[in-house]
């Protein structure tokens, strides 16, 4: 009986065309014990308690793919008064805006305003022979050393760490990350993590398109930011 299963379920993986993963994003635990209020009409309780109700709230993001394409979303099917305090306030943490990725042209294209905004894919990763099981899945440790800058334009350094299947070939994982030889089913990055819950796999090809809007580069959205905060 178990070696039909796992014969029906590899040949489910070879005839897949498109797929959908559900990823519980799950905020990490902020140390608060030094957070202070930066102005006189909030105390330093009222830090602490927005950040506790950060830490309590789980949230479900959706990627949709097919061989070509794919598209990450929060659902937006929620009533907005339906939705928690906590989850409001890590969704503008997470400055979230829907992302597509087209594999044929190495980009990501971010909905941002009327724009979407093409960023090239930088495939940096580092893979380690570290693994663990994820679902039922072999999973492999991936990370990448990404530098940021903020207003001050001072640098800083993040790393990203995802864990990837390549019993699941698609180059695909949560917002615009991607790039591995395997779906992602973990990644961390920027105080947030993304784990796969639910993993549906489809024959049938789930069609994907990019809303018609005009596409810009990264670096020209960046500018129209740069003009418009001098007004």
């Known amino acids: 009986m178990k070696s039909i299963f796992i014969l029906l379920f590899f040949n489910c993986l070879t005839y897949a065309q498109s797929g959908t993963v559900v990823y ?48 990450f979303s929060i659902p937006n099917d929620i009533n907005e008064s339906e939705i928690e305090i906590g989850e409001k306030l890590n969704r503008i943490l997470l400055k979230y805006q829907p992302t597509y990725i087209i594999i044929k042209d190495s980009a990501t294209y971010s909905l941002k305003e009327n724009f979407m905004v093409k960023e090239k894919i930088i495939n940096d990763w580092v893979i380690s022979t570290e693994t663990k099981q994820i679902d039922n899945f072999k999973c ?52 947030y993590k993304y784990v796969a819950k639910k993993i549906t796999l489809s024959k049938e090809i789930i069609a994907i398109e990019l809303p018609k809007k005009k596409v810009i580069s990264k670096e020209e959205y960046s500018k129209k930011l740069k003009a418009n905060s001098q007004f």
Do not use: C, Q
């Not at 990490?28 to 308690?49: E, F, G, H, R």
């Open 24 to 71: 519980d994003a799950i905020p990490k635990k902020i140390d608060t014990s030094n957070l202070k209020a930066s102005d006189d009409l909030t105390t330093d309780s009222d830090i602490k308690n927005m950040f506790h109700e950060m830490e309590k709230s789980h949230f479900s993001t959706t990627l949709i793919f097919n061989k070509e394409k794919s598209f």
């Open 140 to 191: 492999y440790k991936a990370t990448r050393v990404e530098k940021l800058k903020n207003r001050k334009n001072e640098e800083s350094e993040i790393t990203t760490t995802a864990w990837f299947s390549p019993e699941l070939p698609y180059s695909y994982g949560p917002t615009n990350y991607s790039g591995l030889p395997g779906l992602i089913l973990e990644l961390e990055f920027r105080g």
